[in-house]
């Protein structure tokens, strides 16, 4: 229980400053990471084995997480309210606006792509996340793997 509230307090003291970049800002971030995971496909495809016993040829799950990150990096600027006239005499409008803090549960079997999946479009919205990953598949997504903005 400590470890959750350490991730959620974490995640509220990083939410002020993630939720004020603008969205071409965070979706560098995005290409950055992406890049990253392509890099470390063959790193993250032994651990994957290691793991849970999958054959390392099979291990295909960092393209399609760096192809979801590279649509939010662009997809986040069209992220927009609405307004509608339908309603006489009154302007209609929704705005998008981050809520905070966002639990994420990750399965055991493909991590790194549910993480990516569940968290993409939270994060690009200008939310933080916490994950809860699966004791069972342990090296990929683990407690220990933080990105704070402020460092890079």
């Not at 994420?104 to 999946?117: D, E, G, M, T, Y």
């Not at 200008?126 to 903005?149: C, H, M």
């Amino acid at each position: 229980m400590d470890d959750a509230n350490a991730a959620v307090a974490a995640a509220k003291a990083a939410f002020p400053a993630w939720s004020a970049l603008a969205p071409s800002e965070r979706g560098k971030y995005f290409k950055k990471l992406a890049a990253l995971i392509i890099e470390s496909h063959d790193e993250l495809a032994e651990l994957e084995a290691l793991s849970m016993g999958r054959p390392v040829s099979m291990y295909f799950e960092s393209f399609m997480a760096a192809d979801v990150l590279n649509h939010y990096a662009e997809a986040g600027c069209d992220n927009l309210g609405t307004s509608s006239l339908n309603t006489p005499g009154f302007v209609n409008m929704t705005l998008r606006q981050p809520f905070g803090v966002v639990g994420a549960i990750i399965p055991w079997n493909v991590p790194v792509l549910f993480l990516i999946n569940k968290s993409a479009a939270a994060l690009m919205a200008g939310n933080t996340v916490v994950v809860k990953s699966s004791e069972k598949a342990p090296l990929t997504v683990s407690p220990s793997i933080i990105i704070d903005i402020r460092h890079g």
